[in-house]
């Protein structure tokens, strides 16, 4: 089954987040911010990524781009933010990431593009 990571330093973010992708069957993790998902990551890379972009440590840029530098896994990401100007999306992609939604994500939305990056049927 495919590992998550979420990425979002607002508890109920995450745990919205969890509940909508467990309810589909994928094993999730969470982490508070860009340098905590660093270092889950340097122990077990994850599938994909659902990374929040303003945070404190390490925001959602930083950690996409420093992911994208590593000598990991290279799974996709997803920025999930309430910025929601075209300069937002230009960093996000720029850093790496392989999509932008604005916060809050439908979670029949989220769940089909997880599938998509995932290479997965549609739940």
């Not at 607002?10 to 919205?16: D, L």
């Not at 509940?19 to 999730?28: D, F, H, N, Q, R």
């Not at 720029?94 to 916060?103: D, E, P, T, V």
């Amino acid at each position: 089954m495919s590992r998550i990571l979420v990425i979002d330093d607002a508890a109920t973010v995450r745990q919205y987040h969890r509940g909508t992708l467990e309810s589909a069957g994928y094993t999730v993790d969470e982490a508070m911010n860009g340098l905590e998902a660093i270092e889950k990551v340097l122990q077990s890379p994850y599938d994909l990524y659902l990374v929040d972009v303003n945070m404190p440590k390490m925001d959602g840029y930083s950690f996409v781009r420093q992911l994208r530098g590593m000598q990991v896994h290279q799974a996709p990401a997803i920025m999930v933010s309430t910025e929601s100007e075209a300069h937002d999306q230009t960093m996000a992609y720029q850093a790496g990431a392989n999509l932008y939604l604005c916060k809050p994500a439908k979670p029949q939305a989220l769940l089909g593009y997880v599938a998509m990056l995932l290479g997965r049927k549609t739940p």
